[in-house]
């Protein structure tokens, strides 16, 4: 196993009150394995991106858990240790390009600096940054661009073009496809997928299932700074458990038939103080049909139970 995340929690202590963003989140990446995160705004998807490279921005702080990345628990590295990991075994490629790009240096001295940092020599570095340009289709002259001289979707490129810099163990993709056309949206989507074709692990988060099951081979649902559903694409796709996959499901067209979409009611809780027991029960729509469940669901927090081989579930249907 590449990558095995067990137990990890996360809190942001700030002046409003404590926000549990991440609670026990347990899960594990194989090598060349694409597993996707899904799931609303603040669920918690990107703040588990964050913690694998010990990333997490202040006032937050990783108060439990472990990330082992080959054997290694990343929450014990130095942070010379990290620095040696950080962009040549683990590549990040962030939501906005505009704002991890730096607007002052050229596009050729971004791409050649995480390779300068790891020990490249100067000039052979920007030989491999026109390299990295012409893998991701961008033209060489772009060398010498500075970022707002570059649309949204090739700004976007430069950043996966930093990101495979060294081909990667493991690249994570946060949010890399947010407000691009569909267009770019595919073409960004195929520069990820050769670097999985060439022996990367994807750790991809988006609020759009539907994108991560054309090319995932896992996904994992987030809920509230819960874990409330892992497994292989078809187990999702064909057969989801939670309640709150069902309701994601259902949210999305389907151009192809009758379907009625489906919003999903209410709104995400404040984590600062989450519901008692399953944090979707509020908004469970089985929750509110079937009375049975009062004094269950509402009270006592589901545990993470597999269903079947690689298909696990946090929920009291299923107990």
Known sequence: MLLDVKNLSIYYY?????????????FAIGKREWVSFVGESGSGKSTVAYAILNLVPSPGQIINGEIIFEGKNILELTNEELRGIRGKEISMVFQDPMTSLDPLRKIGDQIAE????????????????????????????????????????QRQRVAIAIAMAFNPKLLIADEPTTALD????????????????????IFFVTHDISLAAERSDKIAVMYAGKLVEFGRVEQILKNPLHPYTQSLLASVPDLWSEKEIKAIPGYPPDLRNPP?????????????????????CD??????????????????LHR
């Open 14 to 26: 700030t002046l409003a009150g404590t926000v549990k963003a991440v609670e026990n989140v347990s």
């Open 299 to 316: 009270v006592t927090e589901p545990k993470t139970i597999e269903i079947e081989k690689e298909h696990f579930v946090a929920c009291h």
């Open 114 to 153: 995480v390779m300068i940092e790891h020990g490249v020599e100067k000039e052979e570095a920007y030989e491999k940054a026109k390299e990295l340009l012409k893998k991701v289709n961008l033209p060489e002259d772009r060398i010498s661009y500075y970022p707002h001289q570059l649309s949204g979707g």
């Open 276 to 296: 008692s027991g399953c944090r979707f029960h509020p908004r469970c729509p089985i929750f509110k049909e079937q009375p049975a469940l009062k004094g269950i």
């Open 182 to 201: 569909v267009i770019v949206q595919d073409a960004i989507m195929d520069l990820i997928g050769t670097l999985k074709d060439e022996g990367t692990s």
